[in-house]
T-cell receptor, first 113, second 113 residues
């Protein structure tokens, strides 16, 4: 595997479900990001992790819970989501301090019913 | 309040001609600007960037122009090729390793053979 991978690529869940999105980077980076892209809206930064430590939480509701066990892996745990949380969730990685060269994964398309 | 705006959701250009994608920003603290390109089912990929100390940056067929007084930047692609058909996102940030990227909503470019 190369670059940034995300699983699953598609996810349908009910509002009472608990699910997790997974991101893995094979680039030796030390910063990882979660973004949300809703229809006809800009990419919105959700969380930033530098060296496994969360450095930014962009006022994200607590029903989204990130986890970064090491510099190569990033999770987004989902619980009691709302239909308006349906979106494309993108993971990215970079070297700390080099945000411009963020490498993105293909995203997880999430549908909340 | 959207700080980075791409007012054209779509653009069609004949193959071989010039494609011009536009982006406006409102935050005068932005001093670093980027363009990303996104194919369907893939994450965005970094294309080209420019800092506020320059007004032009060129990389092969791609040139970005920055007009700070107008808070406007544009991406020129010449000559346009069918493989350039994608969604193009403009992004901006302040200088400094921890400044987050603020994205526009994207412009879908279609190159007509």
């Amino acid at each position: 595997e190369t670059g940034v991978t995300q699983t699953p690529r598609h996810l349908v869940m009910g509002m009472t479900n608990k699910k997790s999105l997974k991101c893995e980077q094979h680039l030796g980076h030390n910063a990882m990001y979660w973004y949300k892209q809703s229809a006809k809206k800009p990419l919105e930064l959700m969380f930033v992790y530098n060296f496994k430590e969360q450095t930014e939480n962009n006022s994200v509701p607590s029903r989204f819970s990130p986890e970064c066990p090491n510099s190569s892996h990033l999770f987004l745990h989902l619980h009691t989501l709302q239909p308006e949380d349906s979106a494309l969730y993108l993971c990215a990685s970079s070297q700390v301090g080099r945000k411009e060269t963020q490498y993105f994964g293909p995203g997880t398309r999430l549908l909340v019913l | 309040d959207q700080q980075v705006k791409q007012n054209s959701p779509s653009l069609s250009v004949q193959e071989g001609r010039i494609s011009i994608l536009n982006c406006d920003y409102t935050n005068s603290m932005f001093d670093y600007f980027l363009w990303y390109k996104k194919y369907p089912a893939e994450g965005p990929t970094f294309l080209i960037s420019i800092s506020s100390i320059k007004d032009k940056n060129e990389d092969g067929r791609f040139t970005v122009f920055l007009n700070k007084s107008a808070k406007h930047l544009s991406l020129h692609i010449v000559p346009s090729q069918p493989g350039d058909s994608a969604v193009y996102f403009c992004a901006a940030s302040g200088l400094g390793g921890n400044e987050k990227l603020t994205f526009g909503t994207g412009t879908r470019l279609t190159i007509i053979p």
